[in-house]
């Protein structure tokens, strides 16, 4: 079964660059059926998508992040890779990668664990 | 921007049926999804397209719309169902995602 794992800092200083991966395991990141997504939650609050990408390298972004976002992929690795310049204390949070399916209604319906990034100095 | 509007927080007597709802500020051409999240726990999705359930998803939980508003059903609310909730959306220029802020579900 596919499984998602998130790897990188926990902790950033601000005005960084956060960079994350996610490794797939169980499954091809290559599928044309899906795309490969970021979400984050700040400590006690709800979830926001960051953004994603389809195996072919297209990739989509939440215009409030847009500016500071990049997500990539490594299809030899099975990884792809999310990186969020200019941090500051508003971007800790607990990072999730995910995988989005559905061709009209998208739904994320595999997510990984999450990991925890704190931007401090 | 786009925005989806939930409930901060539902409360729901053991066995009893609740209705949690995310109003969207337009018209949507897509489905919601809708997700359950428990304490320090990724979230779940528990509900995706018209009205389906992802296998292992007990049938009591279930999904309809009328107009800008999605619904999530709960029928026969159990003890385990205590957790929060998430609406998802395509978004009105169908190139990237929104969830609505989420509302907690407590079961009395």
């Known amino acids: 079964q596919l499984q998602l794992q998130e790897s990188g800092p926990g902790l950033v200083k601000p005005s960084e660059t956060l960079s994350l991966t996610c490794t797939v395991s169980g499954g091809s990141i290559s599928s044309s059926s899906y795309h490969w997504g970021w979400i984050r939650q700040p400590p006690g609050k709800g979830l926001e998508w960051i953004g994603s990408?389809?195996?072919?390298?297209?990739?989509y972004y939440s215009p409030s992040l847009k500016s500071r976002v990049t997500i990539s992929v490594d299809t030899s690795k099975n990884q792809f890779s999310l990186k969020l310049s200019s941090v500051t204390a508003a971007d800790t949070a607990v990072y999730y990668c995910a995988r989005e399916v559905g061709s009209i209604d998208h739904s994320i319906d595999i997510w990984g664990q999450g990991t925890m990034v704190t931007v401090s100095s | 921007s786009s925005e989806l509007t939930q409930d901060p927080a539902v409360s729901v007597a053991l066995g009893q049926t609740v209705r949690i709802t995310c109003q969207a500020d337009s018209l949507r051409s897509y489905h919601a999804s809708w997700y359950q999240q428990k304490p320090g726990q990724a979230p779940v999705l528990v509900i995706y397209?018209?009205?389906n359930r992802p296998s292992g998803i007990p049938d009591r939980f279930s999904g309809s719309s009328s107009g800008n508003t999605a619904s999530l059903t709960i029928t026969g609310a159990q003890a385990e169902d205590e957790a929060d909730y998430y609406c998802n959306y395509r978004g009105s220029s169908g190139d990237h995602m929104i969830f609505g802020g989420g509302t907690k579900l407590t079961v009395l």
């Open positions: 990408i389809y195996y072919s390298g297209t990739t």
């Open positions: 397209g018209k009205n």
